[in-house]
């Protein structure tokens, strides 16, 4: 019954199209066209998608009218009563450019199924023959009824339903017969379709400023308009927003704002589809730049435009959200009771039947509500005071007192910002350790946070265009809030966030300072990004004297929101396992619990980004620096080489004690004194007991091989616990080109490098460590490590073969070739650092180390990173003996993305 076709033409159709079906087509084509310029010259969303329903209407009609011409006369059928219905968005008048045409044939109960199959062959054939995406089902009044009754999407594209063509007697029949079936759901309907929009909230993700929203399923999106007006129709019987402004449930401004919102959201997605030319509802990174200029949004530069128009779509959203929740308390629409305990176990509710009095609030079973109306208007401070109450007794606000403050938040004036009561209960939520973001998320939804610290309120819907942060501005801090509530609630063996827990607990600065650095830690992005952690900390005083707080508290929050990017800056490009780097980064380092602080808030914040952002290897290299700088502040002025000198012996001395040495004491001690001191600094026994041994191996291919060419490296494979990144080591007596020998091999078999590290020692061996990704469980195959063994051996001595693979795959690729690299070059520790940004793509980092090698350096550390994908690689390099220039070495890697493009 329910036919659903799709752009394609039927399997049962004409080879070839009709006249008439190529007529419609060219009449679609003109009418599409005319629509399409509309829209280019800046007519509404609304407009746009009203025009291509109606175009698609007058096609429906002459084709239906066609076929009754043509059936005149056919004995038993010419009377049987039918009609063409518009369902879902089509229904609305709402048909975006790449949007589904829905259609439903409606019959009387006398049409036979012959009759109707010549019904949908006449009418459909030629819309599909006009590329039209369409979906179709052909049904009875008592069918219709029987479907929508067990099927809520049915039912919801039913309520939308809109006579194009055909009988208005049968279509009457069948409206009835679908008000009486909702009429009769009653409660049931309204929670059907709560607990949908629940669900789809919860599947596209719960805020609307997502970094690549999704225009039409995501919160404040298209879905959440019908929602509300299927609910109007519900209530109301009409499914106009304007019916609540005649109720008087919806002032005449904020309806306003509201169609304004819509009608933008609804231009947005006309434009994707025109833009893209295919269904899409999704408004990625890539994608945001062209749909802003070509809508207008152009500013001083490009990304300023983008940011432009995506705030406004942000705002929109957010109007839409707010809008369809508090009409939905306004309308006495309750939520369903498993929606209400899902939301309430998420905010901790507290149930108790005794009935709490408290500045004008009433608190009982779990619920606050407002003793009079007048309770904000005599004292605004309690708008402040309502949510220390919220969060001290646990208690969920009433819809009714929702829509009192909302009504209230422009009674917050500087008054109230400077009242003591109204400050000692804000600050009073930063203290509630473990439960202050459900908090402030409430006061920032309902205009009161923004309202009470107007520098909070610029960042609102900000965004942030960059590859990391999956948010904007306001709700990227909430989420790192959350994180630290995580923190703050973890028990041991929570890792890694119970070892947080433990760093915070040592500090002799209060610990809920935490939640002060992270509220304010973006708090400078209203000016922009670039320069905002210093922008940050200079209006993070101003709140922070405000508020009122202790002059010894205000010093540590200011230090890491100043700092707050320079702990994962330092790791992704440095080696934490050199002293000299340690030593770098402590300068910053006031004391020992200003280290910690910015260790837990670098961590906060790295997960309030993306929830993929942090992995175990970020939290390794993270926790490895935090653990050096730790160890160097408490050694008492020892310097790290003294510290790692008093390891090395100390590790000497029990791999020489124990009983799993792999060679004799003479060759490991031997081992042990060659290897730097830096190598001590994270290798414990077992790791010095596997580099000894592999050593010895090494020495005795060497021996063997005397005067018979190159030895390749010994190589040994090891598998983390947490199987997300495998460690592959290669002791080689011959280091030059060995860091592009593995990288080549490795993207061969579809590895990924995330760091590479080499030790070289005193007597010219070398350890070169490289931690990998997508090879889980190599330690369990054996065949795949005997083959990868035998390419690195096969390719030793010559690279040219393995060259003309990578080749190939890399120019190959497709992926954002007109993207300059983006390439800085620096001297640090002697050393010269090389960092590269560029779209990533297969053999990259092949590519890039074999222009290093030809040009004579070798690669002593390497930091691999990959966000959204872009490569974001940094190299440390020295030069060997005839070495190439800087300008010539900078030159050759550029070369590399000229010949690629």
């Known amino acids: 019954m329910g036919n659903v076709g799709d752009s394609a033409r039927c399997p049962n159709a004409p080879t070839q199209p009709s006249a008439a079906s190529r007529d419609v087509a060219a009449s679609l084509r003109e009418a599409f066209e005319n629509v399409r310029q509309r829209h280019v010259r800046g007519a509404s969303g609304a407009a746009v998608c009203r025009a291509r329903a109606e175009a698609v209407d007058a096609a429906v009609e002459r084709l239906a009218d066609n076929f009754v011409s043509r059936m005149r006369g056919a004995e038993g059928e010419a009377d049987c009563p039918f009609c063409i219905v518009a369902l879902g968005g089509y229904g609305r008048g709402e048909l975006a450019p790449k949007s589904d045409v829905d259609i439903m044939f409606l019959y009387g109960d006398s049409c036979g199924e012959d009759f109707k199959k010549r019904v949908a062959d006449a009418i459909m054939y030629p819309l599909w023959d006009a590329h039209l995406t369409l979906g179709h089902s052909s049904r009875t009044v008592a069918e219709a009824e029987r479907e929508a009754a067990s099927d809520i999407l049915t039912r919801n594209a039913m309520l939308d339903a809109r006579l194009v063509w055909g009988s208005p007697k049968l279509y009457r029949r069948f409206q009835r017969a679908v008000s009486s079936l909702c009429r009769r759901m009653g409660k049931k309907y309204f929670d059907e379709l709560l607990r949908l929009k629940y669900e789809r909230h919860s599947r596209y993700g719960w805020s609307p400023c997502l970094q690549e929203p999704n225009l039409k399923n995501g919160v404040g999106g298209l879905r959440d308009i019908q929602t509300l007006a299927w609910k109007i129709r519900l209530k109301f019987g009409s499914p106009e927003l304007g019916e609540l402004v005649r109720r008087r449930k919806l002032s005449m401004a904020d309806y306003k704002m509201f169609v304004r919102a819509a009608d933008f959201i609804k231009r947005v997605r006309n434009e994707i589809h025109y833009a893209t030319n295919r269904t899409s509802d999704v408004l990625d990174l890539e994608l945001q730049p062209v749909v802003a200029r070509n809508l207008g949004f152009r500013g001083s530069n490009g990304a300023e435009g983008v940011e432009e128009f995506m705030r406004r779509l942000y705002f929109s959203f957010r109007i839409i959200d707010t809008a369809a929740k508090t009409l939905r308390k306004s309308m006495a629409i309750e ?447 054996k065949q795949l490590r005997t083959r990868f063994s035998n390419e690195v051996v096969g390719y030793y001595g010559d690279f040219s073969g393995l060259s003309a693979k990578i080749d190939e795959i890399f120019y190959s690729s497709n992926v954002r070739k007109n993207s300059p690299a983006d390439i800085f070059m620096h001297r640090e520790n002697n050393r010269t650092v090389l960092e590269i940004s560029v779209p990533d793509r297969e053999g990259l980092l092949y590519k890039i180390s074999s222009a290093i090698n030809k040009c004579r350096y070798s690669i002593t550390f390497a930091r691999i990173n990959t966000e959204a994908g872009w490569a974001f690689d940094t190299f440390h390099v020295v030069p060997m003996k005839s070495a190439s220039s800087h300008s010539e070495l900078l030159d050759s890697i550029r070369s590399i993305f000229l010949s690629a493009k």
């Not at 939520?335 to 209400?340: A, F, I, N, S």
């Not at 606050?368 to 646990?394: C, E, M, T």
Request: contains cysteine; glycine residues 8%; proline residues 3%.
């Open 335 to 781: 939520l369903p009771d498993d929606v209400v305990a899902s939301m309430r176990h998420k905010l901790s509710v507290r149930q108790s039947r005794k009935k709490i009095y408290k500045d004008g609030f009433i608190i009982q079973n779990g619920v606050i509500n407002a003793q009079r109306s007048s309770v904000f208007r005599s004292d605004p401070a309690r708008l402040i005071k309502l949510f220390s109450y919220i969060q001290h007794y646990r208690a969920v606000p009433s819809d009714s007192l929702e829509l009192l403050v909302r009504d209230c938040v422009r009674l917050i004036d500087d008054s109230v910002r400077s009242d003591p009561e109204a400050v000692g209960a804000f600050l009073s939520i930063f203290n509630c350790r473990g439960n202050v973001a459900p908090v402030l998320e409430m006061m920032h939804f309902w205009g009161v946070l923004g309202a009470f610290v107007p520098e909070f309120g610029d960042i609102t819907c900000f965004v942030q265009h960059e590859f990391y942060h999956r948010y904007t501005a306001d709700v990227h801090t909430l989420n790192t809030i959350a994180v630290a509530d995580k923190i703050f609630r973890s028990k041991e063996g929570d890792e890694p966030y119970w070892g947080y827990h433990a760093a915070l607990m040592s500090v002799r600065f209060p610990a809920h300072l935490l939640y002060l650095i992270l509220f304010l830690h973006d708090i400078g992005k209203g000016d922009g990004i670039k320069g905002h952690a210093q922008l940050g900390a200079e209006l993070g005083e101003r709140i922070l004297r405000r508020l009122g707080v202790r002059e010894s508290d205000i010093e540590p929050i200011l230090f890491a929101v100043r700092n707050h990017l320079e702990m994962a800056r330092f790791w992704q490009s440095h080696d934490v396992e050199d002293a000299k780097a340690v030593e770098k980064f402590l300068s910053l380092i006031p004391s020992e619990e200003h280290l910690k602080f910015l260790y837990v808030a670098t961590f906060c914040d790295a997960m309030g980004t993306s929830e993929s952002f942090w992995n175990s290897y970020k939290q390794a290299l993270h926790s490895m620096l935090y653990s050096a700088s730790l160890r160097k502040i408490r050694s008492d002025g020892l310097s790290l080489d003294g510290i790692l000198e008093e390891r090395r012996r100390k590790l000497e001395r029990e791999l020489l004690d124990s009983d799993g040495l792999p060679e004799s004491k003479e060759f490991a001690t031997e081992r042990i004194r060659a290897l730097p001191l830096s190598y001590f600094a994270f290798h414990g026994v077992s790791d010095l007991a596997m580099h000894v041994g592999m050593a010895g191996r090494l020495v005795r291919r060497l021996r063997s091989s005397e005067g018979g060419g190159k030895t390749p490296p010994v190589i040994k494979w090891i598998e983390d616990p947490g199987r997300s990144v495998v460690r592959l080591y290669a002791v080689s007596a011959d280091a030059r080109g060995l860091f592009s020998l593995m990288a080549g091999v490795i993207t061969i078999y579809g590895m990924k490098i995330l760091s590479s590290k080499a030790f070289t020692c005193s007597d010219g061996i070398t350890i070169d460590t490289f931690y990998l990704t997508g090879v889980a469980g190599v330690s369990r195959n």
